[in-house]
């Protein structure tokens, strides 16, 4: 059974750009959720999508966005990038609300 | 709002020592998950531990969680270069319908001859 797959595994982009990251759950799971990882601020939780409704937020500004497909397949966006969003981003896949939680490898995303 | 806490935060040891880590989080909980962090890796999933208390044991590592009390530990026993990395705790939020995960900070661990 394939894992979480994340795509691209690493990204350098330039400050004011945008990027989008991908997120393909294990199959037959339906909650995506997407944390960043930081030096400075330890693992965040971003936002969680399950049935292609966003079910949860974090404390992230609108410049972060994401959403899901009817394949549960997850992007997330970030626009007008800063130096500060350079991070380990990290999808997880849930086979339903409220049950085990399986981590892809991640997108290293550096903002030059 | 959901908080948990590890420490120690740092953890030198010599190889052949036993240690201990604690997680302590502010709320009920359905699971709480120890993963390893090697450098510039992902998370590596170690022990989900339900809220029944049970005892997991993988080679070198023990988890127990202390459902009443907030609090889980992993112990270390006979350290091995090998096991340095950095482990996370993690909580969901019990009954709380989703799937979100809130983090300790981690401890890194450090395993010297």
Not at chain 1, 6 to 25: A, F, N
Not at chain 1, 46 to 53: A, G, H, N
Not at chain 2, 20 to 28: A, E
Not at chain 2, 47 to 73: C, H, I, W, Y
Request: charged fraction near 15%.
């Amino acid at each position: 059974k394939a894992g979480v797959t994340q795509t691209p595994r690493y990204l350098i982009k330039t400050r004011g750009q945008q990027v989008t990251l991908s997120c393909s759950p294990i199959s037959g799971h339906r909650s995506v959720s997407w944390y960043q990882q930081t030096p400075g601020q330890g693992l965040q939780f971003l936002f969680e999508y399950f049935s292609e409704t966003q079910r949860n937020k974090g404390n992230f500004p609108g410049r972060f966005s994401g959403r899901q497909f009817s394949n549960s397949r997850s992007e997330m966006n970030v626009s007008t990038l800063e130096l500060g969003d350079s991070a380990l981003y990290l999808c997880a896949s849930s086979a339903d609300l409220n049950t085990e939680a399986f981590f892809g490898q991640g997108t290293r995303l550096t903002v030059v | 709002e959901l908080k948990v806490e590890q420490n120690p935060l740092f953890l030198s040891m010599q190889e052949g020592k036993n240690y201990t880590i604690y997680c302590n989080y502010s709320t009920t909980s359905d699971r709480l998950y120890w993963y390893r962090q090697d450098p510039g890796k992902s998370l590596e999933s170690l022990f989900v531990l339900l809220s029944n208390g049970a005892v997991k044991q993988e080679g070198r590592l023990m988890a127990s969680r202390d459902t009443k009390a907030r609090l889980s530990t992993l112990h270390i026993t006979a350290a091995v270069h090998d096991l340095s990395a950095t482990y996370f705790c993690a909580v969901d939020g019990a009954g709380s319908g989703y799937s979100t995960l809130t983090f300790g900070k981690g401890t890194m661990l450090l395993v010297s001859p």
